[in-house]
């Protein structure tokens, strides 16, 4: 088998780069560990990115995305009973779009399944082979039989368990990383949201997000200690939690219903430097990883791709290896701003064990200043809606 680029991982940043290749007469084939239903079943993010949005229309998948997504042009800080509204269009004149990943990826599927492109499930045992050499290949199990892919380029698109970080030599690689003492509890319900806008709450009992799918659908999360399992939170449970940690006047309106998932997700930062390895290249969570308090875990994965694209566009079409040369430190440079405002959102939103009665303090200072300061909320919504490619 031989393509032009190969790509690992059929997740929402492979399959968006394939598409976006596609496109442009690139061949593509995309190697996905998975099946698609199982790809399909994972319910993960739920805020794109103007950048995002925009990369998702270049690529021709948009429309499902224009007609059901919901616009969102603020978010609402609660801390305990009191709530402020952070202003994204006033602030910047921009808006996030409330689109779930799991209708993301719906739509890149069937996008690739439309354009005949060519995506191999239930491929085990991938190795990326001689990447740092002009003829990378990548042996892998499929069919029964083992197989041979090869290729000009590897998109390593498979995720933070995948192989492709692993083909970069470990005493070339360097790996930044920060854990936090507590998880995340989601929940998802076929009941109306809360509120029209997502609600971020600092609580004295812990963080709560309130957060939505569409008009039916409300998806709710709540810090929980690490060692908890989905099985330890009943849902009549979950929801006097979620109670207590929202506004008061929100909690009266809540509406409560059983849930359709419940899951648990350790939060964690980490970033592996390079991005690149010879004509191997990482996007997405094989190469980064945010606390999901930013929402921004697929947002990353998608400026990856844009850069990573258009590095492979002028390769292709104007022999030009610039982008690809520059890729790993310009996806780098966009990538640590937003580990840091990820990391600070956490920080600001969360208790945590070890808080002292002083980080309490410089705590509720930082959430003061940011209800008070036009310029603090301006650098949240900046950040929150994007920074520009
Ligand atoms: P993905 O989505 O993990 O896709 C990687 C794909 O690679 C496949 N794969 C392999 N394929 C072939 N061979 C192998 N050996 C392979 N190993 C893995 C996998 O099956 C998969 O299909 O990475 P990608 O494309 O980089 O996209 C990144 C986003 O998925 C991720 O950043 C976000 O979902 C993170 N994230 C969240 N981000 C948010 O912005 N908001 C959220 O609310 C949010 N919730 C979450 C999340 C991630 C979670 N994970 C990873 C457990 C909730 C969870 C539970
Ligand atoms: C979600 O809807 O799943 C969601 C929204 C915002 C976040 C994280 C998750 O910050």
């Known amino acids: 088998m031989r393509t032009q680029v190969a790509i690992i991982g059929g997740g929402p940043a492979g399959l968006l780069l394939s598409q976006l290749l596609h496109n442009q007469g690139i061949e593509t084939i995309v190697l996905e560990r998975r099946t698609r239903d199982y790809v399909l079943s994972r319910i993960r993010a739920g805020v794109l990115e103007t950048g995002f949005a925009g990369l998702m229309r270049e690529a021709g998948v948009g429309g499902r995305m224009d007609a059901e997504g919901y616009v969102h042009a603020g978010t609402r800080i609660a801390h305990n009973d009191e709530m402020?509204?952070?202003d994204f269009e006033a602030l910047t004149g921009g808006h996030v779009l409330v689109y779930?990943?799991?209708e993301v990826t719906r739509d890149l599927y069937e996008a690739r399944d439309a354009a005949g492109g060519q995506t191999l499930h239930e491929c085990a045992g991938v190795k990326p082979r001689d990447v740092d050499t002009d003829q990378p290949f990548i042996t892998f199990l499929h069919g029964g039989k083992m197989n041979r892919l090869d290729c000009d380029f590897i998109a390593g698109c498979d995720g933070f368990y995948g192989p492709s970080r692993q083909a970069i030599p470990e005493e070339v690689r360097t790996e930044f990383e920060k854990t936090y003492p507590f998880g995340w509890l989601g929940m998802l319900s076929e009941t109306p949201p809360v509120d029209h806008e997502l609600v971020y709450s600092n609580s004295d009992r812990g963080f709560a997000l309130c957060s939505m799918r569409n008009e039916g659908l409300s998806r709710y999360y709540i810090q929980c200690p690490l060692a908890d399992s989905p099985d330890d939170w009943?849902?009549?449970?979950?929801?006097?939690?979620?109670?207590?940690?929202?506004?008061?006047?929100m909690a009266e309106r809540l509406v409560t219903g059983p849930s359709i998932e419940k899951s648990i997700a350790p939060l964690r930062s980490y970033v592996c430097e390079p991005m690149r390895w010879g004509r191997l290249f990482l996007c997405g969570d094989a190469a980064h990883i945010v606390p999901p308090?930013?929402?921004k875990g697929l947002n990353t994965a998608a400026s990856?791709?844009?850069?990573?694209?258009?590095?492979?566009?002028a390769h292709y079409k104007d022999n030009d290896d610039e982008g690809l040369e520059r890729y790993s430190d310009t996806a780098l440079a966009r990538i640590w701003k937003t580990q840091r405002f990820s990391w600070w959102m956490t920080n600001v939103?969360?208790?945590?064990?070890?808080?002292?009665?002083?980080?309490?303090?410089?705590?509720?200072?930082?959430?003061?200043?940011?209800?008070?300061?036009?310029?603090?909320?301006?650098?949240?919504?900046e950040n929150y809606i994007g920074l520009p490619y």
Not at 304 to 313: I, K
């Open 84 to 86: 402020f509204r952070v």
């Open 100 to 102: 779930g990943q799991t």
């Open 234 to 249: 009943p849902d009549e449970d979950f929801w006097e939690e979620l109670k207590r940690r929202i506004p008061a006047e």
């Open 293 to 295: 308090t930013g929402a």
């Open 304 to 313: 990856d791709v844009n850069y990573l694209y258009r590095a492979l566009l």
């Open 349 to 381: 939103l969360h208790r945590y064990p070890e808080q002292s009665p002083f980080d309490l303090r410089v705590q509720q200072a930082d959430l003061a200043y940011l209800r008070d300061n036009e310029t603090a909320q301006k650098a949240l919504a």
